[in-house]
């Protein structure tokens, strides 16, 4: 039953065109073909990326890290109270202003102090601004050395400069080493990225990256199953000609030189634009979606191979809206680019300014149950 099975989810007339099936891929002649065996090879890649990136962030960016200047600010811890941390882990971490005035009957504690305590809580579960810098360090190392040496495996190749040379002889084309190996290296690496993913960063868009992270393994996988390998190289050089300018730009960020991130943002916004927005979708998918259906009819492969790029591209797109926001924010001025996704870390010095909020309004006779009408809602990013 199960043979039966999978030999109908795997029949030939699904995942190719017409006339071809995997009988093609069948070494011969010296040729190499790939196989769906090699993916195996990712899982102790990505093992490896995981060990490696902990020795990296230890002896390369933490001293990096202190040598331009990247420092956490001392975090006021909240004091231990039972009640509002059942409800911090329970209820919500941004209680109500409702919420709040039961809170400080059952706790004996001010309204300024129920909130002082949120935000002090809130503040201990956000990552420090030396562990944002690590991790930006570790991917921009990577996607740079992945950029060039994606660029030294398709330079040479006639389908990199005519994009319709990837579908030439499809799919008997041979195996080419350096393409097995920017293959399970890319694909290794976004298996460690999913497998870090609880440990790592969470940013605003948190669940469009674990989307993202889903069908790039699936995209960068399937491609070398049915041997789309031409296409898919290009896709990864695609992606990595922006990754690692906007890594950087997050690196000076941290570190507060703000004419130098400002700088590289400016340029990572026209590398991704251009390449995520016009080279992808206009060239490159253009190639795999409308270029085929003039040589073979359509089939089920076809389909879903473009399906997973335009998960991408819708991606892209929304990601483009938030970089286009930031860049027009610090473009009059000469602000720091702040990120869009992440959450800014609230100081006690707000208290302040709310109670300068609340005297005013108790001037005014604002003052609700004999408590300032309160806005507790500091998601900001930064």
Same mark, same amino acid.
């Given at each position: 039953m199960l043979s039966q099975l999978r030999e109908q989810i795997w029949a030939d007339w699904i995942w190719f065109p017409e006339g071809h099936g995997w009988a093609d891929l069948t070494d011969h002649d010296g040729k190499v073909f790939p196989k769906t065996a090699d993916l195996w090879a990712t899982i102790p890649i990505a093992l490896c990326f995981l060990v490696i990136r902990q020795i990296f962030e230890r002896t390369v960016a933490i001293p990096l890290a202190s040598?331009?200047?990247?420092? !956490?600010? $001392?975090?006021?811890?909240?004091?231990?109270?039972? *009640?509002?941390?059942?409800?911090?882990? @329970?209820?919500?971490?941004?209680?109500?202003?409702?919420?709040?005035?039961?809170l400080s009957k059952h706790t004996g504690c001010s309204v300024r102090q129920v909130q002082r305590w949120f935000r002090r809580r809130r503040n201990q579960d956000r990552p420090s601004k030396v562990k944002k810098f690590r991790e930006a360090s570790w991917r921009f190392t990577f996607y740079l050395l992945a950029f060039f040496a994606g660029l030294a495996v398709l330079i040479d190749k006639p389908w990199f400069y005519d994009m319709k040379l990837m579908w030439?002889?499809?799919?008997?084309?041979?195996?080419?080493?350096?393409?097995?190996?920017?293959?399970?290296?890319?694909?290794?690496?976004?298996?460690?990225?999913?497998?870090s993913v609880a440990s790592d960063v969470k940013?605003? !868009?948190? $669940?469009?990256?674990?989307?993202?992270?889903?069908? *790039?393994?699936?995209?960068?996988?399937? @491609?070398?199953?049915?041997?789309?390998?031409?296409?898919?190289?290009?896709?990864?050089?695609a992606h990595d000609a922006s990754d690692y300018l906007m890594e950087s730009a997050k690196m000076f960020n941290y570190a507060?030189?703000?004419?130098?991130?400002?700088?590289?943002?400016?340029?990572?916004?026209?590398?991704?634009?251009?390449?995520?927005?016009?080279?992808?979708?206009f060239w490159i998918i253009h190639t795999t979606w409308v270029y085929p259906l003039t040589l073979y009819p359509p089939f089920f492969g076809f389909y879903f191979f473009n399906g997973l790029l335009l998960v991408l591209?819708?991606?892209?797109?929304?990601?483009?809206?938030?970089?286009?926001?930031?860049?027009?924010?610090?473009?009059?001025?000469?602000?720091?680019?702040?990120?869009?996704r992440s959450d800014k870390e609230e100081t006690d010095s707000e208290d302040e300014d709310d109670d300068h909020e609340w005297r005013e309004k108790s001037k005014n006779g604002h003052v609700q149950n004999g408590h300032a009408p309160l806005n507790n809602n500091h998601r900001k990013t930064d």
């Open positions: 040598l331009l200047g990247v420092r !956490d600010k $001392k975090r006021v811890f909240a004091a231990p109270n039972p *009640t509002l941390e059942s409800y911090f882990c @329970s209820t919500s971490k941004h209680p109500t202003q409702s919420s709040i005035e039961s030439e002889d499809f799919p008997k084309m041979p195996l080419v080493p350096s393409q097995y190996w920017y293959y399970m290296i890319e694909l290794g690496f976004y298996i460690s990225l999913l497998f940013r605003k !868009d948190f $669940k469009e990256q674990i989307v993202h992270h889903v069908a *790039t393994i699936s995209l960068i996988g399937f @491609s070398w199953l049915v041997n789309y390998i031409r296409a898919g190289t290009l896709i990864m050089l507060g030189w703000r004419k130098t991130c400002n700088f590289i943002f400016t340029v990572f916004a026209a590398v991704f634009i251009v390449t995520r927005l016009v080279i992808l979708p591209q819708c991606l892209h797109i929304f990601w483009a809206a938030l970089i286009i926001r930031m860049v027009i924010k610090f473009l009059p001025g000469n602000d720091i680019v702040e990120d869009e």
